[in-house]
């Protein structure tokens, strides 16, 4: 059955909308989810992603990108006010974000305690930031087996990663929100060194193109002090971690070069903010080069010389405003609430101030609804208030426009495109843009923009790499060398390995399970081989240890008579070997009702029916030196009968032939004649030559079924141990597989003293190996006689499985008809 795994996406939240963004991946029976944000526009539950949709306890791992609120002030809720605990679910984000995500839930449950909309308790937080385990960019970490991920640098803000997600072998990149140009503290986001199968990638501004940073700069200094120049007062409305630090630093050196500005202060309202400058100065290391080289240099930027925190004083936003002009940054940055909106309502009626909008403004927002310049407002208290003062909007947002995602899509190179973290209408343009940039390369790239519990499925072809270890990478295989070996599966990875390194590597063991059936049967022994060489061609006569006569059927199955009128039936358990021994057993079950039993003794005689019947079966192996003949003449009757008359050439008839045919034609040949084309058939290497293609595929094909028909199953498969070996060299003795000396026949009959099949598993084992060729498309290939393989059963440990194919190797194994079974993932 083809192994079609289909990966299943599904949006909590950022579907098609900015805010409170949660991404569910379940594959192969593992869940992860990645960012637990809550909405800024709403309050309370309305706030939340859609967290009763999914049984919390399946969750295997839970990654946050960053410690912004829509992507991680949902956490708490989710671990401790959700089933989460009740399963193994671990969670996971890069030091800084823990360390700032702690301040920020702090200041978060402290707005949200005033209200009757409190999602959790103080204490919910801190039982929840003991459950978080903060790992490095770079790292590779295996949360659960069949599971890892890697973080890399995304920019954004201080901590802020995009995780490379590899579940069973499929590789999804998650951005979060990332910046792919570096600004004055932060490294720009990375290009990780993998191509993913599906990228999961913000889309916030669309097709939208931002001016450069610069450009941008120079803007928002100049914006600032014009407002100063006519007497105002200039509200940056910002978040107290992130984007703020970045202004800060922009404004400490702008006021450092224009002594005319030194008299005017620069407040910072965020006791938050203060807080956190100790984790950004723990953190300079994660910075770009230009934080780094000042730090080095005893020169710490985020100690700045031109800003200060507000007055801790009631009543400190009024004494503000009525002062002299000044420069205030307030969280939080929708101006919904907090300082931010309180100087908002104060500063508004007033022509001289300005408020400039640094960040992206969700719809629903204070900050967003501004921007359209209403002539009013409405105070929280209900209350119109005259909107005079100037509107800018400056976007330090650190999320990349439409140039800086459609190259950083293109250089990622995934197959699936999920948009996510977008409005609606921004999502449909770029996924426009890009679909028509990729059509016009006639690339098949999928654009995926699920809507929030949609859930998006995804169907991939596996492929299953093994990688080879111990003996069999001593040395390293040239392209289309046939590695044997065992293939070892472990939570979805593979190893190839030589059986004797199985224990070393694996810590698993190999046994033996041997199977045997007892049953009553009225027919004598030379009966019961007659009807089995004529089932297989061939069988194998002998003694085993005990001097118990036994027929070996395909160097599998052992039919001994224990007793007159009872045999048993002796194997090695395994898929191929059950079936040999199935087949043995209702051949063997019918023997004293078949028509050709009653023919062989109902015939006029004086003796016993206990001798072996006048002639051989005549589907039985020939074994004398008209066997090859008779196989050449039944090779040569198939063919005929699809081409009409097939000439025999011998060596000495062939000279007249050799001009076309080359060397080959030395050896005898099988000559098929179809209309004014020859083709020439090597009965020695059973290969086709003919100056016609169409004609050499059709007798090739013909060839092979002819070559399935008149061989005997013996002929064609060989599984197990043999009983008589090559090297024994005499026929009165016998070799043991398993290294024991030579034994002696041991009965007067002459029969050879046979080796139990059990006895040989150990040597066996070295011998009979899955083989596994490594294909162009990434399939293994494993090989093994289809007539069935000796399969060892395995203890495994807890927790690990093996899969094992076991082949006979020996000489008489007939390797050239072996079968072929392809293995896809």
Sequence with gaps: MADTPTLKITLLGAGQEVGRSCCVLQYRGKTIVCDAGVHPAYSGIASLPFVDELDWSTVDVLLITHFHLDHAAALTYITEKTNFRDGKGKVYMTHPTKALHKFMMQDFVRMSSSTSDALFSPLDLSMSMASIIPVSAHQVITPCPGVSFTPYHAGHVLGACMFLIDIAGLKILYTGDYSREEDRHLVKAEVPPIHPDVLIIESTYGVQTLEGREEKEARFTTLVHNIIRRGGHVLLPTFALGRAQELLLILDEYWKKHPDLHSVPVYYASSLARKSMAVFQTYIHTMNNNVRSRFAKR??????????????????????AEGPPCVVLASPGFADSGPSRELLELWAPDSRNGIIITGYSIEGTMAREIQSEPDEIMSLKGNPIPRKFSVDEISFSAHVDYSQNSEFIEMVKAQHIVLVHGEQTAMGRLRAAMTDRYKSRDEDVKIHTPRNLETLELTFRGERVAKAIGHLAAQPPQPGDVLSGLLVSKDYSYTLLDPRDLRDFTGLSTNIVTQRQKMTLNVGWD???????????????GLDKDGVPTIRVMGAVDVKQAQENELILEWDSSASNDMIADSTLALVTGIDKSPASVKLTTQPHSHSHSHAPEHPHPHADIEDESGPVTR???????????????????????????????????????????????????????????????????????????????????????SGVPLLSEEAGLPDTVKDKSDSPAVLLGDEEGKPTL????????????????????????????????????????????????????GDDDSESGTDDDAILQVHA
């Design 632 to 718: 050449i003449r039944r090779l040569a009757m198939f063919l005929e009968a699809h081409f009409g008359e097939v000439e025999l050439h011998m060596p000495e008839d062939a000279d007249e032939h050799e001009h076309e045919q080359g060397e080959d034609s030395n050896e005898a040949a099988l000559l098929v004649r179809l209309d004014e084309a020859d083709a020439l058939i090597n009965l020695v290497t059973l290969t086709v030559e003919s100056t016609s293609e169409q004609l050499k595929r059709r007798v090739e094909a013909v060839l092979d079924m002819a070559l399935s028909t008149v061989s005997s199953l013996n002929e064609s498969f060989t």
């Design 527 to 541: 009966l019961v081989r007659w009807h089995l060489e004529g089932m297989f061609g061939k069988v194998e006569e």
């Design 755 to 806: 080796p139990a099949i059990s006895e040989d598993a150990e040597h066996a084992e070295d011998e009979a190996e899955s083989k596994v060729e490594v294909t162009k498309d990434g399939g293994d290939v494993v090989e093994a006689p289809a007539g069935g393989e000796t399969m060892k059963g395995t203890e495994r440990p807890a927790g690990e499985a093996a899969e094992e194919g076991d």
């Design 299 to 320: 020169d710490n930027p985020f100690v700045f010389k031109h800003i200060s925190n507000v007055p801790h004083s009631r009543g400190w936003e009024r004494k503000i």
